[in-house]
């Protein structure tokens, strides 16, 4: 799925690459600038081949959007919700997707 560069509040380096001359390790942050910097073809690249997981931009008083990612790994099947930033690691599928479906952590209305 193509991401729009608007649509880009960040990223997170799951697996090693290397940006220019700078080496990239997992879990290294990347800006929004900076992931917007890399060309559109190797940027989607990266992210369709599970190297970088993108969250959106973080809105001001509105709730982040939720995402759910695939952990690293060739064989990985837990997966991690972003809000912004991760709320939730090693879930199965469906438990992701139950959590990315519900209230905001900070929600006391339930």
């Not at 799951?14 to 990239?24: L, Q, V």
């Not at 990347?30 to 073809?41: F, G, W």
């Not at 690249?45 to 690293?72: K, M, N, Q, W």
């Not at 879930?91 to 519900?102: D, F, P, R």
Request: hydrophobic content about 35%.
């Amino acid at each position: 799925m193509l991401i729009r560069p608007e649509a880009i509040g960040g990223g997170i380096v799951r697996r090693t690459f290397t940006n220019g001359d700078r080496r990239m390790k997992s879990g290294d942050r990347m800006t929004s600038a900076e992931v917007r910097a890399l060309p559109a073809a190797s940027r989607q690249a990266l992210i369709d081949s599970h190297f970088l997981d993108v969250y959106p931009p973080v809105p001001g008083e509105e709730p982040a959007e939720r995402h759910v990612v695939r952990t690293p790994g060739f064989a990985s099947k837990t997966y991690d919700v972003i809000a912004g930033s991760r709320i939730a690691s090693g879930l199965t599928k469906e438990q992701a997707e139950a959590l990315a479906a519900g209230p905001a952590p900070n929600d006391t209305s339930n």
